[in-house]
């Protein structure tokens, strides 16, 4: 079992930046693929980012189209910790924003039930 703690959330005005941070358990944390969607108000939850083991120390990043050169994911095994780095922030990214997790297999952006893993959530709120 593997428990997810989100932190890092907050209100910021359109074109700041904020860092996510979401903290794992378990002793595998550098074999799980680990990503960030985000649900707004009256929307279903959709995909931002992951970070998917390739094998030894490779790792593969995939964006979803609306946050591509602004946001970046990052992964510190030594803390089991994967981070959401957040710039150029828009009233649009405003949403809960949910730490994910699979054990080995990527997270696919195109299947939610792909995730295995889910924090609490942590909002984020950009104010125009």
């Known amino acids: 079992q593997v428990q997810l703690v989100e932190s890092g959330g907050g209100l910021v005005q359109a074109g700041g930046s904020l860092r996510l941070s979401c903290a794992a358990s378990?002793?595998?944390?550098?074999?799980?693929?680990m990503g960030w969607f985000r649900q707004a108000p009256g929307k279903e939850r959709e995909f931002v980012a992951a970070l998917s083991w390739g094998g030894g120390s490779v790792y593969y990043a995939n964006y979803a189209d609306a946050v591509k050169g602004r946001f970046t994911i990052s992964r510190d095994n030594a803390k089991n910790t994967v981070y959401l780095h957040m710039n150029s922030l828009k009233p649009e990214d405003t949403a809960v924003y949910y730490c994910?997790?699979?054990?080995?297999?990527?997270?696919?952006?195109?299947?939610?039930?792909?995730?295995?893993?889910w924090g609490q959530g942590t909002q984020v709120t950009v104010s125009s």
């Open positions: 994910a997790a699979r054990d080995g297999a990527p997270i696919r952006p195109e299947k939610i039930s792909s995730v295995q893993y």
């Open positions: 378990g002793r595998t944390f550098s074999n799980y693929a």
